[in-house]
């Protein structure tokens, strides 16, 4: 199997595209095992795809894309503005604001960071911002979605590594709004430098907030419903994603009434494109899979771990290490589906939760799509924008700060990331 990854890590480097790149690697693996029936390979590249809980996926990227078109964004933009118009970089804390209320709504980083880009892009320009500026804030506030329900990346570490996913959309809340917190800051620092100052002279009143609460009301009730419902055995996971393709065209068609044929139409065109490549990363990634189990390789590594350090924290420090890296390199669907089967087992041997490790790597991971040279928010963001990657790095290194500090607090207070699961599951 370690042929098999030199492999995959030499010809994506050469620039296939990474579905293939799988694809190759795995089959470099079966020829390499004559013993094993080719059947195998044909059972597990479909047998992926038809998991019922990976339903989920494609069902929550089709609510996502129905919520942006029924004008439940919009509503949360003027929540957004509502709450921290007074500060200072007023945009970029809108921005990080709507990245939490959006975590229950997109559950993509990637389409977040693109959405708030076109959303709020222009009006930043307009207000003197620098391109780079708003490249980096929309960027790396997306990432708040990786925690925040219902996260894709969890979804597919709960599938893959066997955990529960409703523990792990408990577990992301108090992650996702520490990571607002800090964000928030690094806005309100970074802005005071640059000189983008407040929109309103002070904060707003009760009154205005409680108004605006009120008409984003049912965007904000998505997330609570969600875990309300998995929580009481009223939906699965994949379930509750039909239930939220079902919500998003009640209140567009008849709450809101702002969703129309072709926007529907757009909606269904976005979400088969978007699901095409998915659903070949995740067949593809079927086979490698069953290579890293035929081979042993969890166990491997984790007498290879041991062998170096029996510290929790220094394993979890060079794990966080390596997916940093693989992030760089790699998608956040790829590396999920490629390495928690791996990690989950290790990170068991040294007692530490599953949950609790679910919502690190998840953070990890979704932050390489943030990160130079094949960060894919990073340049979706760059491109919306019209600037430079090195631009928007240069100002993104205050935020990556702000998820340091995240990381750190989630590393050393397990506690606190799993009061949540505990409380609503039990101990």
Known sequence: MIMAIVLFMIILFLGMPVAFAIAASGFAFFTMRPEIPWTILVQKSLSTTQSFTMLAIPLFI?????????????????LSNVLTGHLWGSLGQVSVVLSTLMGGVSGSAVADAAMQSRILGPEMIKRGYAPGWAAAVNCLSGLIVATIPPSMGLILYGTVGEVS?????????????????????????????????PDHDKAASPSEILHACIESIWALLFPILLIVFIRFGLMTPSESG????????????????????????????DSVRDLSVITMILAFSGIFSYGVVFDQLPATLTNALIS???NRYLMLFLIIAMLTIFGMFMETTVITLMVTPILVPIVQQYGIDPVHFGI?????????????????AL???????????????HYAIPYFIAIGLTLFIVIFFPKLVLLLPNLIYGA
Do not use: D
């Open 308 to 310: 170096v350090t029996e």
């Open 165 to 197: 996913i409703g523990r792990l959309f408990a577990a992301g809340f108090i992650p996702g709004f520490i990571m607002c917190a800090f964000m928030m800051i690094a806005t309100s620092w970074s802005a005071r430098r640059y000189g983008y100052k």
């Open 360 to 376: 690190i790597m998840m953070t990890v991971v979704t932050m390489g799509c943030s990160t130079p040279p094949v960060g894919v």
């Open 62 to 78: 089709f609510a996502g894309n129905l919520m942006n078109s029924t004008g439940i964004t919009s509503r949360l933009v003027k």
């Open 379 to 393: 340049y979706t963001t760059s491109n919306i924008m019209k600037c430079k990657i090195e631009e928007t790095t």
């Open 242 to 269: 039909a239930f939220a393709c079902f919500y998003a065209l009640f209140v567009g068609l008849f709450i809101y009434k702002e969703m129309s044929w072709e926007e529907l139409k757009k909606c269904v065109f």
